[in-house]
């Protein structure tokens, strides 16, 4: 791989419950048969009408829908709950979001982030002929470290760990535990060129190397069996 390449896909309209998903992006020219489309969760949750009416009067009227979203609460301090919700992910608040979305709403994760993606990966090939990756990714904070990344929470048609055990290293060392997490790396440079208010929804990856692309689910694959997890 010589060159990567990322493109902020500019024009999209609002996104609203019900919307095809499938017919708006595939439309788009700028896409091409070997790119991975970076595609916020917000877009997603939106198109699924993955979306709740809140008091919009009340700044904590939200906090119901954390606790019925949770499988757990590992922390809370003030208005702040991390938890863990059904898809596995760790969290703020359960993944639910107030921005950019309508006031008095909020947004809940998709259902199922992986299914989401292998749709739209899928009618994007039916319809089009577009072979494309596809990464729903969303922003996560992170232990001991501050600010915010985004991850991937969903993929299709990309290796979600690009597992380099037993390959090489420069010094010609074997690597034993060695796996990169290929799907929220490519998410979280995504992230800088859709920013988080300029209304730039999808981004293009270009030039991805050919071992990225495969099969796996970020379910399966990112979220941490707990019994290999040292910190539950």
């Known amino acids: 791989m010589t060159k990567l390449e990322i493109i902020p896909l500019e024009g999209i309209p609002e996104i609203t419950p019900g919307d095809d998903l499938v017919e708006i992006v595939g439309q788009i020219e700028t896409i091409q048969s070997g790119d991975i489309l970076v595609v916020t969760q917000k877009i997603i949750s939106k198109a699924e009408n993955q979306m709740i009416d809140i008091d919009p009067d009340d700044p904590l009227s939200h906090k119901p829908l954390v606790e019925r979203e949770s499988v757990r609460i590992l922390r809370r301090r003030g208005d702040l709950i991390i938890s863990q919700t059904k898809h596995g992910f760790v969290c703020a608040n359960a993944g639910i979001d107030l921005s950019n979305v309508e006031r008095g709403q909020a947004a809940l994760l998709p259902d199922d982030s992986d299914r989401s993606a292998k749709r739209l990966r899928d009618g994007l090939a039916g319809r089009f002929q577009l072979d494309v990756g596809i990464i729903i990714s969303d922003t996560f904070g992170r232990p001991w470290r501050r600010g915010l990344t985004d991850v991937a929470i969903g993929s299709a048609g990309v290796l979600p760990i690009l597992d380099l055990r037993g390959s090489p290293d420069a010094f010609g060392r074997e690597m034993q535990v060695?796996?990169?997490?290929?799907?929220?790396?490519?998410?979280?440079?995504?992230?800088?060129?859709?920013?988080?208010?300029?209304?730039?929804?999808?981004?293009?990856?270009?030039?991805?190397?050919?071992?990225?692309?495969?099969?796996?689910?970020?379910?399966?694959?990112?979220?941490?069996?707990?019994?290999?997890?040292?910190?539950?």
């Open 178 to 232: 060695t796996e990169v997490a290929l799907v929220d790396e490519l998410a979280s440079a995504a992230e800088l060129v859709m920013g988080k208010s300029s209304g730039v929804p999808i981004a293009i990856v270009r030039g991805a190397d050919e071992s990225w692309f495969g099969n796996g689910s970020v379910r399966d694959q990112i979220v941490r069996d707990p019994q290999d997890d040292l910190f539950r």
